[in-house]
């Protein structure tokens, strides 16, 4: 198995895992993104995302796909934006690995936090982000507003 970092021509295992992930979370048809979209977003000028992937037989096995924010309280930060491990993989420490990957990139970029959630019935990843040293928070809640959310706001809530 090894590890490292993603390359255009793994978006194609990429999106199957991101896929297979939407599934393991209840939301098999939420995945909207391409291939294309992929390639697009992660490796052109400016990049919005970066991915370590596991290889084992030239097969894509796990991600770890992040992106930098900035807090105002603590400056650069990164935000795991998906920790997948195959189904068939679980249990092998490959998840640990890439959880490594990045915490090891915080470190070398200097970033003050990584930051992520994680669903509230997922207690075999609440525990092993737990015993890892992270805090899991019970206060704070997500708020999201997706498409149409947003279209909702611009056609009814803007005022002009």
Request: no cysteine.
């Amino acid at each position: 198995m090894k590890i490292r970092k993603g390359q255009k021509e793994d978006m194609a295992g990429v999106l199957e895992l991101i896929q297979e992930l939407a599934a393991f979370e209840k939301e098999p048809d939420a995945v909207l993104i391409t291939e294309e979209d992929l390639i697009r977003d992660g490796f052109g000028d400016n990049p919005l995302f970066y991915v370590f992937v596991a290889e084992k037989e030239n097969e894509i096995v796990g991600i770890a796909l992040y992106y930098y924010r900035y807090s105002t309280w603590k400056g650069k930060t990164i935000h795991l934006e998906d920790l997948v491990v195959k189904e068939s993989m679980r249990g092998t420490g490959l998840g640990y690995a890439l959880y490594s990957e990045v915490i090891k990139q915080a470190q070398k970029d200097k970033v003050r936090r990584i930051e992520w959630s994680v669903l509230d019935w997922n207690t075999t990843a609440i525990d092993f982000y737990e015993n890892s040293g992270a805090k899991v928070f019970d206060e704070w809640r997500v708020a999201q507003m997706d498409e149409e959310g947003i279209n909702y706001f611009i056609a009814n809530k803007l005022k002009n």
